[in-house]
């Protein structure tokens, strides 16, 4: 026999699985002003798992390789996966050189993106102009201060755009998830109220409704 389910068990369900969300999200958000706080340790955790992530995608990738051998791409899932086992072992083994090469990436990154978007907004002049010149001038300012103070930099960069990134990320699934409870409970509200609506008897006055006797019309 089917389990029977009600709009109010889900709407249940709906709510808790909002409150985990919400839940994760401050976990995210406390991690993130910790990261914050000690960047150093953050980019350390980072490039950490980094470097497993690429470890263990290259292992999976090098068995999807063996399962799909006798097809004709082979060859290329190998040798992808054998770069990525490489570069994770590599990340894994030397942490501080592996953020050094990620910030000068991200430094270079920083300034073609920031020329590019200066050189757009100056050429075409279209409606976003000026948020556009406002973005490539920090864009560039931003790489050529991390380009100054490398390999330094390299100690907090990582870590300060990792911890950003959490926190940002934990701040919208605590809006998403006290927007989705909120909404469950209108949702249920309404659906209770539709359905006291719809079961109340032929002729009942609605609760708190006006009980009193209509007046008789006279003739004339």
Known sequence: MAKSTTPQGEAAKLSRGFSWLAVLGVILVVAGLVGLIYTGLATLTSMLLFGWLLLIGGLVGLLHAVQARHTNFFW???V??????????????TPEAAAEA???????LFLTGGVFRLVGSLVVRGPQFGWTLVQGAFGLLLGILVLATWPSSSQYVIGTFFSLSLLF???????????GRRIV???SDR???EKEATTRAPGEEPHGG???????????
């Open 169 to 179: 990320d934990g701040l919208g699934l605590i809006a998403t998830g006290y927007g």
């Open 76 to 78: 290329l899932g190998v």
């Open 80 to 93: 992808v996966a054998a770069l990525n086992i490489a570069a994770g072992v590599v990340v894994l083994k």
């Open 210 to 220: 006006d009980h009193r006797a209509a007046k008789p019309v006279q003739p004339e």
């Open 102 to 108: 990620l910030t000068m990436f991200a430094a270079l």
């Open 185 to 187: 409970g209108m949702v």
């Open 191 to 193: 659906l209770a109220g």
